[in-house]
C-alpha cells in the first residue's frame, strides 16, 4: 500500500489538489453526467406540475424523479458507509433485509387476512415491528461480524441468501395489498404537497445523521476502530460493539428503506423488491471516494455518490435503454470513473496537464 | 585481506517525496567482506535510502554501481537478482505459508515446486544456524524472533553480494543477537558486504567496520569505526554537540509533596491470559520504577494486565486504597492510568487519523460518546501539545502515519498526557526512535515524576532504565524475581539478577 | 479420520496445532460432508445410497465445480470475483444464439466460451492487478456488464436446436459395476455427464497447479501477505492478474459446462451462482482474507451444498423459500465453525 500513498502524494500540481480531494469522484461524475444530459437532451432538467390521479398538483422531470428514487438509496448509503467505516467490509444482505422489514410491515398491517379492507394495525406500529425485524437482522450480521470475527461480505452472504425466502415465509408466500391510501403516503405524496414524499424522509434521515456525526462521537469512534482495532481498544474503546452498533443502525436505515418501498406499489414482491440495491449502495460508498477497507469516510460523499448512480440509472432510461440491459451500461460507466480516479491514470493525467501547460508557455514566451 | 574492492557505489542519489527531499546527493559505499552501519536519526533518509536501493522505491537522480558496473534496479526482484538481499525490521514474510517455503518463494528458476528437497534443504540451513524451527513448520506458528530468523537464513542462503539488515535486532533478545553477529561475522568473512541499520550504539561498535552517518537527507560522512568515539557519534548524528547524555537524573529534583509516600496502585496475585505468573506490584506517587528483563520475559505482559490490555483472570488491584475492578483499557482509564503500548504501529497510532484526532482520542472516550469536543477544542489540544513536546509535523491535520517514528511516539505520549494520569505505564517508548527524542523521553518521565505523577518505564536498554527508574522489578521467565533499588542499581546487579544464581 | 477425532480429543489438539491453516479447514470440510452424506442416508432413506444420486450431484454441479475452483483461486490470492455468474449466463446465451441462430458449429462454440471467459478474466485482471481497483468493484461492474449483455444479445429465454450439440448434450458415460435396479426391475447403468469429466480434471489440474508449481504457491504468498510477497521477490501485480485470467478461464469453460448442461440461452441463467460458487469455497475451507485455502476442499464444498439441498427437498420442505433458509443456516455453520476453531488454534499455537 505504500506504493499507492507515494503514487498519490506525487501528483503534486494544482490539479492534483483538487483532484486528491475526496468529494471530487462523485462532484465530477455528476457534472460529466449533467454535461451529457445538457448536449443530448437538454429537457432533462424540465420540471413540470401535472396533476395526480388524486388531483393533487405534484411535481414532475426526470430531476424529480432522481431525487424521489435516489432516496432509497442514499438513506441506505448512511448506513452502508458507516459498516464499510468500522468493519472494513459491506454489507450484502441490505436488499434482502429490506424484503424482510417490508414484510413484516405488510404482515402487520394485514392481519391474518392477506386484502384486509382496513388497517389491522396503525402504521406507526407496523413501522416499528419492522424496524425491529431489520434491527435483529443487522444485529444478527453484527454478531457474526463483530464477535465471531467472520469477514462482512461472508458474513453477510447468509441473510443475502436466506433473507428473502424469510420474507416470504413470513407471509406465507401470499402477496398482501394494502388499499387504505393513507399507507401509500410514504412512497408517493402527501395530499396537497407536490413534492414526493420519499425526498422529504431521505432529507430527515440527512439531518438526522448530520446531528449525530456533530453530538456524538460516533465519526471518530467509527473511523478509529476501523484504521486500528487494536490500538482502538487499548484506547479505551470497544471494537466489537462499535461494529455491532454500525450494523444496527444500518438496520434502521433498512427499515426506513423497506417503508418506502412497500409503500410504493402498496404491496411487495419478494423476490424483485430492492433488487440488487446492496451492489448500488455499495457503489455508492465506493464512488464517494470511501475507501471500501475502511477507515476514514465522508458521509456525504457517500449520499452524493447515491444520487450520482440515481442520475445515471435515471439518464439511461431517458435513453430508452431497457430496464434489464441496464446493467451493462451502468457497468461501463462505473469502470470508466472508477478508472479516472485511480492514482496511476490521475498521475498520467497531471502529467499531461503539466506538459500542456510547459508547451503553451514555451509559445507564450516564443 | 579483501580490502577497498568496492562492492557497491551509491553515488547522488536524490529522492523527494511531495513536500520532502528524503535524499539529496548522497554518496554510498561498501566494500566486500565489510560490515557497514548506516546511522542517522529518523527521518535522516536511511530507510529511503535502503529501499531505493532495494527497488521499492524509485530513485529520482543518481547511480548505483555493483561490482563496478552500473545497475538498474526497479523492484524487490532485481535487486535480489543482481545480488542484494535485504531483511527488514518488521517481517516480511508470509504467515500463511511453510518456514521452507518462506526461504525459498519467489526466487530460483523452474515452474516446479520440489518439496522434498526444499524441505530438505531448509530444515539443512535452519540446522546450521541453530534456527528453532522445523521447514513444514506454518510461519504463523512461530515467535517473531524465530520468524526474523527465517528471514535471515533466507537472505543468507541466497549468496548475495550485499546483505541489507535494517534493524533487525529490534524484536531479538541477547542471546539471539549474539547468534545474528556471529552470522553476521561469518558471512563477513566470506566476502559478503553487510549494510547495518540499527539504532543501538553497542551493537554497532560490536561488530561494524564502518559507519556512515546521515543527517536530514543528506551525508555527513563515512568514518571508520576506530576513529569515532561513541560521543562524537552522536553529536554527528545529531548535529549539534551533546552536553552529557549520562546525568540526566540530577537535573529533575524527586517529587516530595506531603504524600509522597502514598502507594498510587497496588496489586496483589495479579494474572492475565497471556500466561504469566501472578505478581503483586505497587507504586508510591511520584515515583518512576519499571520493569526489566529480557525480551519475551514477561514485562511487557505485566504492564498490559495492570492496564486490562488482556483479559484478568485473577488477583486484586487496589487504586489509593480502595480495591478498583480492571477488566478493560477503559477501566483503567478511568483509573487515572494511562499505558502507551509497545507495539507503535500495532496498539499506539491510528493510521489514517490526523495528529489532531490521534492526540484528543483517549481523552475524548474517557469524555464519552454523547460529548465530541469541538474543532475549535480539539485544535487547541492538538496545538498546545504538539508544542509541548515539539512534534514535528507539517500540520494538527496531517495523518501521523506520515510522521517519523519518534514523532508518532510523542503524538501518543501526548495522547495520554492529555487525559493527565496519575499513574502512566511507557512499555518501550524509546524504542527504534532517535536519540535525540529517547533523551526528550527520558526528562520528560522525570519531569512528570517530579511533578507528582507515578511511572512506570520499560525499556530494552538497561542504562535508559538506570537513568529514569529509582526501583526496578526484575522478571525472568514470565516470573518476577526480584526487585533493585538504591545501591542495588547497577548494571551488573540487574544482570546478575536476570541471569538467577551467584554469578 | 472422524473416528479417531471422536475417541483421542488430546492428540486431535496436538494435531491441529501443527497442521497448517489450510489443511485443518480441508479436514472440517470433508468429515462434515461424510457425516452430512451418512446423516441423509440414515435419515432420508436409501436414495442417497444409490450411487446414481450421488453421480446425479456431479452432473448437475458441475458447472459450478468448474467456476467455484476459479473463485477459490482468486480469493487464495485475497481477491473476489462475483462476475462469474454473470458470465456464465453470458456465454450460455451466446453459444445458444451461435449454435441455434447463427448455424455455427460446436468447436467455435466452444472457442467462443473460452475467448468470453478469457476476455473477461484479461480486463478485470488488468483493472485489479494494474490499477489497483477494488476487485469487489470491478468484477461487481462485469457482473452487470454481463447480466446486461446477456440480455442485449437475446432478450427471450430458448432451447438450443442443433444436432451436433444435441448428441453431445446427450452423450453419457457409463461406469461399470455402480447401476441400480428400479421398482419395475430393470437395471439402469450409472452414468455421468462430460462435464463432469471436465469438472474432475480441471480439479485435478488446479490442484497441481496450486501444489506444485511456483506459481500456485506465489498466490498463497500473494494472498497471506501482499507486501511480504513484493520483498519476497514475487510479482504481485502479475499474480495478482493471472489469478484473474484463470478466474476467467475457468468461468469459460464451467459456462459453457453449463450450456451443456441446460442445453439453452436465458438471461435468468446461472443467477445466483456466484454466490453459491463463494459459498461453496467458504464451506471448503477458503478463506475470504486470502492466503488459506483448497481446490480439494472446494469440490468438497459443492457438493456438500447441493447434498444439503438434495436433503431439503427429499424431506418434502419443496417450498422454494427452505432452500434459501437452508443453505444459508449451513454457510453460517461454517463460518461459526471456521471462526471459533481458528480463534481457538491461534490462542494455544501462535502466541510467543
Redesign the interface.
Known amino acids: 500500500m ?1 506504493k499507492n500513498t ?1 503514487k498519490k ?4 500540481s494544482v490539479l492534483g489538489g483538487l483532484v486528491r480531494n475526496q468529494i471530487f469522484i462523485p462532484i465530477a461524475a455528476l457534472l460529466l453526467l449533467v454535461l451529457f444530459n445538457l448536449i443530448v437532451d437538454p429537457t432533462f432538467f424540465n420540471i413540470s406540475v401535472d396533476v395526480n390521479s388524486d388531483g393533487y398538483r405534484i411535481l414532475s422531470g426526470p430531476i424529480v424523479t432522481v431525487l424521489n428514487f435516489g432516496s432509497e438509496l442514499a438513506i441506505l448509503a448512511i448506513g452502508m458507509t458507516l459498516v464499510t467505516a468500522a468493519s472494513g467490509g459491506q454489507d450484502i444482505s441490505v436488499g434482502a433485509t429490506i424484503a424482510i422489514a417490508g414484510s413484516v410491515m405488510l404482515r402487520v398491517l394485514c392481519g391474518t387476512n392477506s386484502r384486509p379492507d382496513t388497517l389491522q394495525a396503525p402504521i406507526i406500529v407496523a413501522f416499528l415491528v419492522g424496524c425491529l425485524a431489520a434491527m435483529l437482522a443487522g444485529a444478527f450480521n453484527g454478531v457474526l461480524v463483530a464477535y465471531f470475527k467472520i469477514q462482512p461480505m461472508v458474513a453477510t452472504l447468509i441473510l443475502f441468501t436466506a433473507g428473502r425466502s424469510i420474507a416470504a415465509w413470513v407471509n406465507n408466500n401470499e402477496l398482501p395489498v394494502i388499499s387504505d391510501p393513507k399507507f401509500a403516503y410514504f412512497g408517493g405524496f402527501l395530499p396537497g404537497i407536490p413534492i414526493p414524499t420519499p425526498i422529504f424522509i431521505a432529507l430527515g434521515c440527512m439531518i438526522i445523521i448530520a446531528l449525530v456525526l ?5 465519526g ?2 467509527t ?2 476502530v476501523g ?2 482495532e ?9 471494537p466489537a460493539f462499535i461494529k455491532f452498533l454500525t450494523f444496527v443502525i444500518l438496520g434502521v436505515c433498512v427499515a426506513v428503506v423497506g417503508l418506502i418501498k412497500v409503500s410504493r406499489i402498496s404491496s411487495i414482491n419478494y423476490s424483485v423488491v430492492a433488487k440488487d440495491i446492496e451492489m448500488d449502495a455499495i457503489l455508492a460508498v465506493a464512488l464517494g471516494g470511501n475507501a471500501l477497507s475502511g ?2 469516510f465522508n458521509m456525504w460523499a457517500s449520499i452524493l455518490g447515491a444520487y450520482v448512480i440515481q442520475f445515471l440509472t435515471t439518464t439511461l432510461y431517458k435513453c430508452n435503454v431497457r430496464s434489464d440491459a441496464l446493467p451493462a451500461y451502468k457497468a461501463v460507466v462505473v469502470i470508466i470513473l472508477v478508472v479516472i480516479s485511480t492514482p496511476a491514470v490521475r498521475t498520467w493525467f497531471s502529467k499531461v496537464g503539466k506538459s500542456l501547460k510547459s508547451k503553451l508557455q514555451t509559445k507564450e514566451v516564443a | 585481506m579483501l580490502v577497498s574492492e568496492n562492492v557497491l557505489e551509491m553515488k547522488n542519489i536524490c529522492k523527494s ?2 513536500g520532502v527531499r528524503a535524499l539529496q546527493n548522497v554518496d554510498f559505499k561498501l566494500r566486500a567482506g565489510e560490515i557497514h552501519a548506516l546511522m542517522g536519526e529518523n527521518g535522516a533518509g536511511k530507510s529511503t535510502l535502503i529501499k531505493v536501493l532495494t527497488g ?2 524509485s530513485k529520482d537522480e543518481g547511480d548505483i554501481y555493483l561490482d563496478g558496473k552500473v545497475v538498474a534496479i526497479h ?3 532485481d535487486a ?1 537478482r543482481v545480488g542484494i538481499s ?1 531483511v ?1 525490521q518488521e ?8 518456514v521452507a ?2 526461504m525459498y ?4 528458476t ?4 520440489n ?1 522434498k528437497k526444499q524441505n530438505e534443504d531448509a530444515d539443512k540451513i535452519l540446522k546450521s544456524l541453530d534456527i528453532p524451527a522445523k521447514a513444514t ?2 510461519l ?2 512461530c ?3 524465530v520468524q526474523q530468523m527465517v528471514a535471515i537464513a ?1 537472505a543468507v542462503d541466497m549468496d548475495c553480494k550485499v546483505l541489507i539488515l535494517d534493524e533487525p535486532t529490534s524484536s531479538l533478545d541477547d542471546l539471539e543477537v549474539q547468534k545474528l553477529f556471529g552470522l553476521m561475522r561469518d558471512l563477513k568473512s566470506r566476502g559478503v558486504g553487510i549494510i547495518f541499520v540499527t539504532h543501538f550504539l553497542d551493537q554497532v561498535y560490536e561488530v561494524c567496520d564502518k559507519i556512515t552517518v546521515l543527517r536530514d537527507g543528506t551525508l555527513v560522512g563515512e568514518y571508520s569505526i576506530q576513529e569515532m568515539p561513541r560521543v562524537m557519534l552522536v553529536s554527528k548524528m545529531l548535529g549539534k554537540d551533546l552536553d552529557d547524555m549520562s546525568d540526566i537524573k540530577g537535573e529533575q529534583a524527586p517529587y516530595n509533596g506531603k504524600d509522597a509516600s502514598e502507594v498510587v496502585l497496588e496489586a496483589e496475585g495479579l494474572q492475565s491470559d ?2 504469566i505468573k501472578p505478581f503483586d506490584f505497587y507504586i508510591k506517587k511520584g515515583e518512576v520504577n519499571g520493569f526489566t528483563g529480557l525480551l ?1 520475559s514477561g514485562r511487557s505482559e505485566c504492564v498490559r494486565a495492570i ?1 486490562g ?1 488482556d483479559r484478568v483472570i485473577g488477583g486484586k488491584v487496589k487504586k489509593n486504597g480502595k480495591i478498583v475492578n480492571i477488566n ?3 477501566d483503567a ?1 478511568k483509573n487515572g492510568i494511562a ?1 502507551l ?1 509497545e507495539d507503535r504501529k ?8 490526523s495528529v489532531r ?1 490521534n492526540i484528543i ?2 481523552l ?3 469524555k464519552g ?4 469536543f469541538s474543532k475549535a477544542e480539539a485544535y487547541k489540544f492538538a496545538d498546545e501539545y504538539i508544542k509541548l513536546l515539539s512534534i514535528k509535523t507539517a500540520s494538527a491535520d496531517t495523518p501521523i502515519k506520515s510522521l517519523s517514528g519518534g514523532n508518532q511516539q510523542k503524538v501518543i505520549l501526548g ?1 495520554w498526557l492529555l487525559t493527565h494520569p496519575e499513574y502512566l505505564i511507557l512499555d518501550e517508548p524509546t524504542r527504534g526512535i532517535d536519540v535525540g527524542t529517547k533523551i526528550d523521553i527520558q526528562k520528560l518521565v522525570l519531569e512528570l515524576a517530579s511533578e507528582g505523577m507515578s511511572v512506570t518505564f520499560i525499556s530494552s536498554e538497561t542504562d535508559e532504565m538506570l537513568r529514569t527508574c529509582s526501583r526496578l522489578v526484575v522478571m525472568r521467565d514470565r516470573k518476577v524475581v526480584g526487585e533493585l533499588s538504591g545501591e542495588d542499581l547497577t548494571q551488573n546487579k540487574i544482570m546478575s539478577t536476570i541471569a538467577g544464581g551467584d554469578k | 479420520m472422524s473416528k479417531n477425532a471422536n475417541t483421542n480429543k488430546v492428540r486431535l489438539g496436538d494435531k491441529m ?2 497442521m ?3 489443511n485443518l479447514l480441508l479436514t472440517i470440510t470433508i468429515v462434515v460432508f461424510f457425516l452430512m452424506y451418512i446423516g441423509a442416508v440414515v435419515f432420508q432413506g436409501k436414495g442417497f445410497l444409490k450411487p446414481q444420486t450421488f453421480l446425479n450431484i456431479l452432473n448437475a454441479n458441475a458447472a459450478l465445480i468448474i467456476v467455484s475452483c476459479g473463485l477459490s483461486l482468486v480469493m487464495i490470492t485475497g481477491g473476489i470475483d462475483i462476475s462469474v455468474g454473470g458470465v456464465v449466463a453470458l456465454i450460455s446465451m451466446c453459444c445458444a444464439v451461435w449454435l441455434d441462430r447463427k448455424g455455427g458449429n460446436v468447436f467455435t462454440a466452444v472457442l467462443i466460451a473460452l475467448g468470453i471467459g478469457l476476455l473477461f478474466g484479461i480486463v478485470q485482471g488488468f483493472l485489479v492487478a494494474y490499477l489497483d481497483i477494488q476487485p469487489f468493484i470491478v468484477t461487481l461492474a462485469g457482473m452487470f456488464f454481463a447480466r446486461g449483455m446477456t440480455t442485449i444479445v437475446n432478450t427471450n429465454p430458448f432451447n438450443v436446436e442443433n444436432e451436433e450439440f444435441g448428441a453431445l448434450k446427450a452423450a453419457r458415460i457409463i461406469i461399470p459395476g455402480l447401476g441400480s435396479t428400479t421398482k419395475k426391475g430393470i437395471y439402469v447403468n450409472a452414468y455421468i455427464e462430460i462435464g463432469v469429466v471436465v469438472a474432475l480434471l480441471v480439479v485435478l489440474v488446479m490442484f497441481c497447479l496450486l ?8 498466490f ?2 500473494v ?3 501482499q ?9 504481485v501485480r502479475r499474480t495478482k492478474f493471472l489469478s484473474h485470467v484463470l478466474c476467467g478461464l475457468l468461468a469459460g469453460i464451467g459456462g459453457f459446462v453449463y450450456f451443456m448442461h441446460v442445453g439453452s440461452g436465458s438471461p435468468s441463467h446461472a443467477s445466483g451462482m456466484e454466490m453459491n460458487a463463494i459459498a461453496s469455497s467458504i464451506i471448503g475451507g477458503t478463506m475470504l482474507t486470502g ?2 485455502g483448497n481446490i480439494i476442499g472446494t469440490f468438497f464444498g459443492v457438493l456438500s451444498l447441493s447434498t444439503i439441498q438434495n436433503i431439503v427437498s427429499s424431506a418434502g420442505l419443496d417450498q422454494a423459500w427452505w432452500t434459501g433458509i437452508t443453505i444459508a443456516a449451513m454457510l453460517c455453520l461454517f463460518l461459526v465453525i471456521q471462526s471459533v476453531v481458528m480463534a481457538r488454534k491461534k490462542k494455544s ?4
Open positions: 505504500q507515494t502524494s506525487g501528483i503534486g456533530r453530538f456524538t462521537t460516533l471518530l469512534y473511523q478509529a484504521i486500528n487494536s490500538s482502538s481498544r487499548l484506547n479505551g474503546l470497544n477507515g476514514k | 517525496f511531495p521499492v522505491y523492484s524487490p526482484q535480489q535485504t527488514y517481517i516480511t514474510l508470509c504467515p500463511n505459508l511453510s517455503e518462506n518463494i519467489g526466487r530460483g523452474g515452474k516446479l515446486q518439496w513448520q506454518q504463523a506458528s515467535s517473531i524472533a533466507r497471556a500466561g519475551g492496564f490490555a478493560k483499557p477503559i482509564m499505558y503500548p500495532i496498539d499506539g497510532i491510528v493510521g489514517d487519523l484526532d482520542l483517549a475524548q472516550v474517557l460518546p454523547f460529548k465530541p495522547r | 496445532k501443527n497448517t491453516d489450510t501444489r506444485w508449481t511456483k506459481l500456485g504457491r506465489s498463497y504468498a494472498g497471506g501477505n507486501q511480504s510477497a513484493l520483498m519476497l521477490g514475487i510479482n492466503g488459506v499455537g501462535g502466541k510467543k
